[in-house]
């Protein structure tokens, strides 16, 4: 159904006819961590996660595995250096 509490006219599974369903009856906000992440919507009663529906436990364990703005990071690789590259741009 479609929220009319938070996330207002965004489909979710957790609204019922009774009302939010979710833990607490709604979503709870996005936390510091996912600040610079494109699933954040933002509502009039605040930014909200349009994914998950309590960011800080995506956070609790680690990685949020749905963060967008981590990618970046995580392809420019890890600072180790292929060494069979690295042999070959000496020849170069
Ligand atoms: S997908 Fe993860 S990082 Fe992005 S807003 Fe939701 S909980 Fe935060």
């Known amino acids: 159904m479609v929220c009319t509490i938070v996330k207002e006219g965004h489909e979710c599974f957790f609204m019922t006819k009774k009302g939010c369903q979710f833990n607490g009856g709604s979503c709870h906000p996005i936390v510091e961590q996912c600040e610079g992440c494109q699933r954040i919507g933002e509502f009039p009663a605040g930014k909200f996660c349009l994914v998950y529906p309590d960011p ?37």
């Open 56 to 92: 800080a436990a995506k956070w609790r364990l680690g990685k949020c595995q749905m963060a967008t703005h981590l990618k970046e990071g995580t392809q420019k690789g890890n600072g180790k250096i292929n060494p069979l590259k690295a042999s070959k741009r000496k020849f170069q």
